[in-house]
């Protein structure tokens, strides 16, 4: 069987995830602001019952914020 792959873009790069490393893709919803959180935590998200939190990759690696906000995680 062909090897599968997730194709996303990071920082404006195509990447490709193999995908035996993903669990799941989810639309994120309604994400709730945490106070006084680092600057990478984007909030909080309800996901499958389950209270997540929810950080921006690009805050976390120190790049520029993206262009468009992700609806997807």
Same mark, same amino acid.
């Given at each position: @069987?062909?090897?599968?792959? /997730? &194709?996303?873009?990071?920082?404006?790069?195509?990447?490709?995830?193999?995908?035996?490393? $993903?669990?799941?893709? $989810?639309?994120? +919803?309604? &994400?709730?602001?945490?106070?006084?959180?680092?600057?990478? !935590?984007? +909030?909080?998200?309800? /996901? #499958?019952? #389950?209270?997540? @939190? !929810?950080?921006?990759?690009?805050?976390?690696? +120190?790049?520029?914020?993206?262009?468009?906000?992700?609806? #997807?995680?």
């Amino acid at each position: @069987m062909a090897d599968l792959f /997730l &194709i996303a873009r990071i920082a404006g790069r195509t990447v490709a995830i193999a995908s035996d490393q $993903v669990e799941s893709v $989810v639309d994120i +919803g309604e &994400i709730t602001p945490i106070p006084r959180a680092a600057a990478e !935590v984007r +909030g909080l998200a309800a /996901l #499958r019952s #389950r209270v997540v @939190m !929810v950080i921006d990759t690009c805050a976390a690696l +120190g790049l520029p914020p993206a262009e468009i906000s992700p609806t #997807r995680a």
